[in-house]
């Protein structure tokens, strides 16, 4: 394969081609001739010919990340323009045994107030930013989340803990207090 370079800015571009030429010369033993650079009528023509395809390259990239950003990636896709969404609350701390004893005093109390409980108990042992709002992490759809917590949220009972769960931030207790299932 030769190895050679058009450089857009014409000032360097001979100068960068020579580089590079050399350096593919001495690297595959043979010759490489230059490639001279672009002028700036030339740029300026690549330019508006590519005008019409840019909006449509970016939407295809950003498409191709969210695919490939979600967990499931097309489980995830259909997900966001499905309707499926929960909303919850979590608690997360670093030492499984803490996450054990909040989970078994939260269980312990009364259940009619569990969600002002457990807005509490966020705010005062959670590691996690959403603290400072009682550990509620608003309303989300199904890929928004890493695997295990998306997993017990959208499969998990509506009112009731869910946890310790082990993610690769620490250990979730989770409270799902309103969960809409995909339309049929």
């Not at 590079?20 to 001739?33: C, F, K, L």
């Not at 997900?79 to 989970?103: C, F, R, Y």
């Not at 078994?104 to 966020?122: H, I, K, S, T």
């Amino acid at each position: 394969a030769v190895a050679s370079m058009a450089c857009i800015a014409p000032q360097t571009g001979a100068l960068v081609s020579r580089r590079v030429s050399a350096r593919a010369s001495r690297a595959i033993g043979r010759r490489v001739a230059p490639v001279r650079a672009l002028g700036a009528g030339e740029v300026a023509q690549i330019a508006d010919s590519l005008e019409d395809v840019i909006p449509q390259v970016a939407v295809a990239l950003s498409v191709g990340a969210i695919l490939y950003a979600s967990a499931g990636s097309l489980k995830g896709f259909a997900a966001l323009l499905g309707g499926e969404e929960a909303t919850a609350s979590h608690i997360l701390v670093k030492d499984p045994t803490l996450a054990q004893s909040l989970l078994e005093r939260l269980q312990d109390g009364p259940q009619d107030n569990l969600e002002d409980r457990f807005a509490r108990e966020a705010g005062k042992y959670s590691e996690c930013p959403s603290k400072s709002k009682g550990g509620s992490l608003g309303t989300f759809k199904p890929g928004q989340m890493v695997k295990e917590f998306n997993d017990a949220v959208f499969q998990g009972p509506v009112g009731t803990i869910q946890g310790p769960v082990k993610t690769q931030f620490g250990w979730h207790l989770i409270l799902v207090t309103d969960r809409k299932e995909k339309e049929a």
